[in-house]
């Protein structure tokens, strides 16, 4: 071991660094001192051990009162700076200074090189900058060297027209003077009668009014500004001067062109500067309309997607303006020709709706213009504008849509240009790298073009240099840290001149982008310049050094007054100024000592911070400032008001349209500040409207509208503070569902992010950068960071962190001493991706542990020892190599002295300890940096021994069938030998009071805490004898059994009736059967059976029946055949009836479901495997007696046991036996309101853990409702996720109260899949339930149709019309002519006989065309009548009747009819006609 004191010594009358490092080290207190030639000696110690530096002095930073004192650099060096720097104070001797100022080394031994230099690097670290406050009287009686206050722009460029002017300008005192380089070389200015400098100023004026050529002038200018202590330069401006070229003369022929083709007319501008602003216009000056079909690229060309008709009709002529000399160039115009089918312009095409096929334009698919092919790269540098473009062609003309792999657009700085041609992002950063992505698409098809972006960097600041002012002695630095991409390199100069050819100063060093200063001086004044740079550009920043002596000052004014809340936290400001830096002191009410510690705080700045305010705190502070050139002082009266707040605050409410909302707001507050009470809707101020009205202590809302839902904030000010009470209104109203642009691609787990870079490399810190892969058509929602480490568990990935799915880029929290390596992983909706490959290493730097390890505990695991155990800490909370514990332990209530031991594992047994004795426990971590902060006492317990003695005096008392009292007397303490846990009882049933009925004697057990003497055991067997006996338990395990206690339950009521089954054999009768129940509990007296009707929602009148115990049979009687019957049955004894089981009769045949044929998927009743119940029991009996299958088979679902069997009304069915467990899903039909109901549902048992089951589906066309059974609390949340044949997935968050769900929305015949999961925890879930919602119509009453007695009466009816048909046929073939000579003599009576025999005569009839056949093969039409008469029968002109009246011999006709209608008989188409012809 080495032990290394440092010296600091100081004569009393001077400041450097041996005082202000007393002053750290003593705390602003006076240090302890030593004889030593009359001077102030301070030890600074430090211990080297085992390779690491402990240091031991008391200091933690600048002493209170030091105001402004802080170091100009950044809070973290790089690690690998600091070791520079390490590495040059190492190799720098250091000796006495001036004035016997130094540092002195004592060494009792020879510690390595660097541990010099880490004791400088501590004694360097206290000096500190001071800021010069901006009071102008200050500012101007100060020296201060030059410092640039405005400059021209980089590029600047001019207009020829007129004076060039190049700003420079600069403060200082005394006032600087200029000069200035141009190319590197001095500018004489003297020499060239058109250039001048303003006066007080640097700014050259270029006058042309007496001539010249401002071209001459052009180069790199830069202005250097001068007074005594330094120089200051500006940036390298680079002059030139604006040009606006002609445009070339060209002849262009007409463009000809095939109407429909894609097109583009080339501007190419003259290069002019800067670049001129393009646009087309005609050469009559008027404007080219543009739209997505035809528009300007980035470039300046024209762009046709398809070219039209209409684009003939004007030319196109390419206009550019420059902007400096205010000029439009204009190229020649071009000349459009289209070849077209349609020649003809009808401008009632331009809006059809098919204009392109109306035409006769051939449809194409898109294809990109520009950029061509299918991936492009870009590169866009930090801070710019990024410009994408996608132009493509097609007809239809094409859409453009905008996309990023592996995240969203930045929708704060992206927006769509020219018709969502273009994307442009601004202010461009790291995290806008990446693959981008344009969609052009029509009906015809789809393309997309890749763009990759690259962002690099000019050179950007992470710490510029800052002017540093000190006092004579003190120490600083000068930080210029810069980034870019690619990295930028770090140049100093001092006065213009690089640092390497300026004199050498001793006391300045040099470490990177760092300059240290030491024990500065007057002559240290100077002004020094960092240039850092890179290809993309460069950065200059000017930075004085200057030394000080100024005696205090006061800034602030005089006998302010504080006013600030009880109980708040709050600051006395103080300013002031001097150099050296005074030493700053706070007293209350001019007396007593320096206000600081408690609840006092005094910063740096001189602030003094009350972190409680109370009552007494109220009066005058007084502040004093003392350096060694004086002192000066100030005061501040403070006072104490009470605080503002809400006592009774709005709350949330739920009102429907319309209504009256009031949200009450009442204000307690100081009776000295004015209070305001303002309102703020969703965080905006509220306009209050007519419908509302404002008082004190409310807002009403009148006629509440969807307008007002949101969040409402009552606001309760005053001067001092203010207190928020913020409410959320609901208006009930539906909301519209968003819908998503890709919804309906495929979607996939994203692609694994790629191309790892670390960067910004920092002790704790690092920012990560990944490019995102492939979203595969679902957005990347959150990116997972993780690392592994190579000391401790190698191999091994640990999360680290979490970030959305919009960036690429973090930054990494790292803790001390880990060699880490990350990946990525990107999650979207459908899963995450696989992991990246790993990042290059990156090891942090040691440090002591922050923390000890946790879960510290101390049990025994025998009667003699106790086991010590904790977590152990991982690789990001070691902080440092050889992690290891240092464990601590000793008697609780002997006090004794702590023993402690180091352990590298995670556990340590101490030995030979009394039985059950309470120990105090430590357990800190430490590493080879050193130890962590002091642990906390936990107590632990030595190992505990069996208990020694039993319970004594046990009562019982039988509460009732089911349950006991118990009651016992207590064990004194020291028998338990450990921690009473509890007492307990062990009972077992030895018998039942029933004779012949087996009992399980299974031994059980109920504990009662240890503080209690009496319990209850429940849930006992009625009508048993059972056997009791009592222990105490510790932590060992039982003790002793108390003497055994027998008592017997008294009879209770039966369990369930088991097996109940309900059959229906057919539609007159119910068959009912049942066991026993397993437990009857005492003496059966009998059963009771509950049953009613129910025909949809109307029930029928209960009836009862009761059976003898003996009897597990009944036969019910339905009353009708359409109703089913709903049963409940239960057991009794002479306690009471028992449980009842309830089940319901089959539904009847013509209550199945109708589906279209072919079914597309059936209705399916689902069953878990290996489970049944009742209701299947039931239902499997039902389906064996009659099962009606339809023609069309029925879908079976594989995977379970239940068959569905739709019907199908129009085929008629069959009846057939089957023995598999088939459920006939129950329908209703109407006409109006087509809908079909059928039942799905998951039969299971309860579980004992949390699940859900039983799922219940009763779909509609258009609606399903859902039911379930869970064992979860009330109001817990349920989400129901539902997915249709199209794999579109929706979720509805219900309650566990509010079923059963609608479903709604649902398509007609559609196929759906069906889940319930709890909405806190998505792993517990129902099984997957399939439904289809039914067809379009259905039938809603039992068709009759299928009804059997209906069938057979239509058959016999059909029958009998068929036999009367036939008789009719029979006796119509019978007639013909009528025999007129057999009846001639017969007289006519009234009756004639004629009716008697049926004979008629058919002739007339036969002759008659039938009806429809009126047109003739010659096309003359026929008379719908016949145009017989009797005149045209006979000879002569009338016909010859006998006496009766009949017709005298055959029918003659006349020979002119004859000869008319001989071609026009009727006899082939009539069908008694036929009949004859057959005879």
């Not at 002082?633 to 949330?652: A, C, F, G, H, S």
Request: glycine content about 6%; some cysteine; hydrophobic content about 30%.
């Amino acid at each position: 071991m080495v032990k290394i004191c440092l010296e600091c010594q100081s004569e009393p009358e001077e400041r450097g660094p041996g005082s202000a490092l007393r002053e750290l080290l003593t705390d602003g207190e006076t240090a302890s001192t030593d004889t030593c030639s009359g001077a102030r000696l301070t030890d600074f110690c430090a211990v080297w051990d085992a390779g690491v530096l402990l240091v031991s002095a008391a200091g933690k930073g600048a002493p209170s009162g030091v105001t402004g004192r802080r170091l100009n650099e950044s809070e973290t060096l790089n690690s690998v700076r600091e070791a520079q720097f390490q590495q040059l104070e190492a190799a720098r001797p250091r000796g006495p200074g001036r004035g016997a100022r130094g540092l002195v080394l004592r060494m009792a031994g020879q510690p390595p090189p660097w541990a010099y230099t880490a004791v400088l690097l501590c004694a360097l670290s206290l000096g500190g900058a001071i800021e010069i406050p901006m009071d102008p009287s200050i500012q101007n009686e100060l020296s201060q060297p030059p410092t640039i206050t405005k400059q021209s722009v980089k590029d600047h460029i001019v207009d020829p027209r007129d004076n060039i002017l190049i700003e420079c300008e600069a403060k200082g005192n005394p006032a600087p003077s200029f000069h200035w380089t141009r190319n590197s070389k001095f500018f004489n200015i003297a020499k060239d009668p058109r250039v001048s400098m303003r006066r007080r100023s640097g700014t050259l004026v270029i006058d042309f009014r007496s001539g010249g050529r401002p071209e001459e002038y052009e180069g790199e200018y830069q202005c250097f500004a001068r007074n005594k202590f330094g120089t200051a330069l500006s940036n390298r401006i680079r002059l030139q001067v604006s040009k606006s070229p002609l445009w070339p003369k060209e002849n262009l022929d007409p463009v000809v062109v095939q109407e429909g083709a894609p097109l583009t007319l080339q501007c190419n501008p003259p290069p002019g500067l800067p670049s001129p602003v393009i646009f087309w216009m005609s050469s009559s000056m008027e404007p080219i309309s543009q739209d997505k079909r035809v528009s300007q690229g980035h470039n300046g060309d024209l762009y046709f997607s398809n070219v039209m008709l209409q684009d003939m009709q004007t030319d196109y002529s390419c206009n550019a303006r420059f902007h400096f000399t205010h000029t439009i160039q204009q190229k020649n115009p071009f000349t459009l020709k289209v070849l077209t089918n349609h020649p003809y312009n009808d401008s009632s095409l331009r809006n059809h709706p098919d204009m392109y096929s109306a035409r006769g334009v051939a449809e194409r698919t898109p294809s990109f213009m520009y950029p061509q092919g299918t991936a492009s790269s870009q590169m866009v540098l930090r801070g710019m504008d990024l410009l994408l473009e996608c132009i493509a062609s097609g007809v239809p003309t094409p859409d453009i849509a905008w996309y990023k792999k592996g995240g969203d657009l930045p929708s704060d700085k992206a927006k769509f240009e020219n018709f969502n041609k273009a994307l442009r992002i601004t202010n461009v950063s790291e995290e806008d790298s990446g693959e981008y992505f344009c969609l052009a698409s029509n009906k015809m098809g789809s393309i997309r073009h890749t763009i990759s972006v690259r962002v690099k960097a000019a050179p950007y600041w992470l710490d510029e240099p800052k002017n540093l002012i000190l006092a004579p002695g003190e120490d600083g630095r000068l930080v210029c840290r810069a980034n870019g991409n690619p990295k930028p390199t770090v140049q100093w100069m001092v006065n213009g001149e690089p640092l390497q050819s300026a004199p050498p100063n001793p006391n300045r060093e040099v470490a990177g982008d760092t300059i240290i200063f030491r024990d500065t001086q007057i002559s240290s004044r100077a002004v020094y310049q960092c240039n850092t740079s890179n290809e993309h550009g460069y950065l200059l920043a000017n930075a004085f050094v200057s030394v000080l002596d100024v005696p205090p000052r006061m800034l602030s004014p005089r006998n302010q007054l504080i006013r600030v809340i009880l109980y708040n936290r709050t600051r006395l400001d103080c300013p002031f100024f001097g150099s050296p830096i005074p030493t700053l002191r706070w007293f209350k009410n001019g007396q007593g000592s320096n206000l600081d510690g408690g609840n006092y705080h005094v910063y740096e700045n001189g602030s003094l911070e009350i972190k409680m305010i109370r009552k007494e705190d109220q009066g005058i502070y007084t502040c004093v400032a003392t350096n060694i050139l004086g002192k000066a002082e100030n005061q501040v009266r403070l006072e104490v008001k009470d605080p503002t707040r809400i006592y009774r605050m709005p709350e949330d409410q739920i009102a429907k349209r319309g209504t009256t909302v009031q949200l009450e707001c009442r204000v307690k507050h100081d009776p000295s500040l004015k209070l305001t009470v303002s309102w703020l809707k969703d965080d905006e101020p509220l306009y209050i409207s007519n419908r509302m009205k404002k008082e004190e202590d409310s807002l009403t809302i009148f006629g509440v509208a969807e307008r007002d839902q949101g969040s409402y904030t009552c606001v309760a000010s005053t001067e001092l503070d203010q207190d928020l009470a913020k409410a959320y209104l609901t208006v009930l109203a539906d909301q519209a569902t968003p819908t998503n642009r890709l919804a309906a691609l495929p979607k996939g787990r994203p692609d694994r992010p790629r191309d790892l870079e670390l960067t910004d490399l920092a002790e704790r810190s690092v920012r990560l950068t990944w490019i995102p892969g492939d979203d595969n058509n679902s957005p990347i929602t959150d990116y997972v960071v993780q690392f592994e480490e190579d000391q401790f568990q190698p191999g091994v990935w640990h999360d680290h962190s979490k970030f959305p799915g919009s960036v690429n880029s973090a930054v990494l929290r790292l803790s001390p001493y880990v060699n880490y390596q990350f990946r990525v992983i990107a999650i979207n909706e459908v899963g995450s991706s696989h992991p990246s490959l790993p990042s290059e290493r990156y090891r942090t730097s040691g440090a002591p542990p922050e923390s000890n390890p946790s879960d510290v505990k101390g049990e025994g695991t025998r009667k003699n020892n106790m086991e010590i155990t904790w977590t152990p800490m991982n690789a990001t909370s070691a902080f440092g190599p050889n992690l290891r514990y240092i464990v601590k332990w000793r008697r609780r209530e002997t006090r004794e002295t702590w023993n402690n031991v180091t352990v590298w594992g995670s556990r340590y047994v101490v030995g030979q300890t009394p039985v059950y004795v309470p120990y105090e426990i430590r357990v800190q971590a430490e590493n080879d940096f050193g130890k962590g902060p002091e642990p906390d006492t936990i107590i632990g317990y030595s190992g505990e021994d069996y208990p020694r003695a039993a319970p004594t005096d046990v009562k019982i008392r039988v509460l009732n069938s089911t349950a006991i009292s118990l009651q016992w007397n207590r064990v004194y303490s020291d028998t338990v030998q450990g921690q009473l846990r509890e007492y307990r009882a062990y009972y077992w049933r030895e018998s039942s009071l029933l004779k012949n009925l087996w009992v399980s004697q299974k031994r059980q057990q109920a504990g009662f805490p240890g503080d209690r003497l009496r319990g209850v055991v429940s849930r006992l067997f009625p009508y048993s004898n059972y056997k009791l006996e009592m222990v105490v338990v510790n932590g060992r395990g039982d003790g002793p059994r108390s003497e055994t206690k027998e008592f017997t339950t008294p009879e209770g009521v039966p369990s369930a009736p088991r097996r109940f089954r309900v059959r229906q054999p057919n539609l007159e009768t119910i068959n009912l059967e049942w066991d026993h129940p397993e437990h009857p509990n005492g003496i059966l007296i009998g059963y009771t059976l509950k049953y009613v009707a129910f025909n949809g929602t109307k029930v029928g009148k209960q009836i009862v029946e009761n059976f003898s115990p003996n009897q597990t049979k009944f036969m019910v009687q339905r009353a009708d055949p359409v109703s089913r019957y709903r049963f409940s049955l239960s057991a009794r004894t002479q306690v009471g009836s028992g449980e009842a089981v309830t089940e319901e009769s089959p539904a009847p045949p013509n209550e199945a479901t109708p589906t279209a044929a072919p079914p597309t998927s059936p209705p399916t009743t689902v069953g878990a495997p290996g489970t049944a119940s009742s209701t299947d029991a039931t239902a499997a009996a039902a389906a064996t007696e009659a099962t009606t299958v339809p023609t069309v088979p029925p879908t079976t679902t594989a995977t379970t046991e239940a068959t569905t069997v739709p019907t199908v009304p129009p085929v008629a069915p069959t009846t057939t036996a089957t023995t598999e467990a088939t459920a006939s899903t129950a329908t209703t039909t109407t006409t109006e309101s087509p809908a079909t109901t059928s039942r799905t549902e998951i039969q299971e048992s309860a579980p004992d853990e949390q699940s859900i089951w039983n799922v219940t589906v009763l779909p509609n066309s258009k609606w399903a409702n859902i039911s379930w059974k869970h064992n979860f609390g009330p109001g817990t949340d349920f989400v129901v996720e539902y997915t249709d044949s199209n794999h579109t997935k929706k979720t509805v968050p219900v309650k566990a109260q509010a079923q059963p769900v609608q479903l709604t929305d649902l398509y007609p015949g559609m196929t759906y899949t069906l889940r319930v999961y709890s909405r806190d925890n998505e792993a517990i879930s129902s099984a997957a339930v399939t439904f289809m919602t039914s067809a379009a119509y259905t039938n809603n009453q039992a068709d009759i149709a299928t009804q059997g007695w209906f069938i057979g009466l239509m058959c016999a009816i059909a029958l009998l019309v068929l036999i009367l048909l036939i008789v009719c046929f029979i006796k119509r073939s019978r007639g013909g002519k009528y025999p007129v000579r057999e009846k001639k003599d017969v007289p006519l009576g009234p009756e004639d006989p004629k009716e008697e025999d049926g004979s008629f005569d058919y002739s007339d009839e036969d002759n008659k065309p039938l009806q429809g056949s009126q047109t003739s093969l010659d096309g003359t039409i026929k008379q719908q009548e016949s145009d017989d008469s009797l005149v045209d029968y006979g000879e002569g002109g009338e016909g010859q009747f006998n006496e009766d009246g009949s017709f005298i011999g055959q029918y003659t006709v006349k020979k002119d009819k004859e000869e008319t209608e001989g071609n026009e008989s009727s006899e082939a188409t009539s069908p008694v006609n036929a009949i004859y012809s057959l005879a």
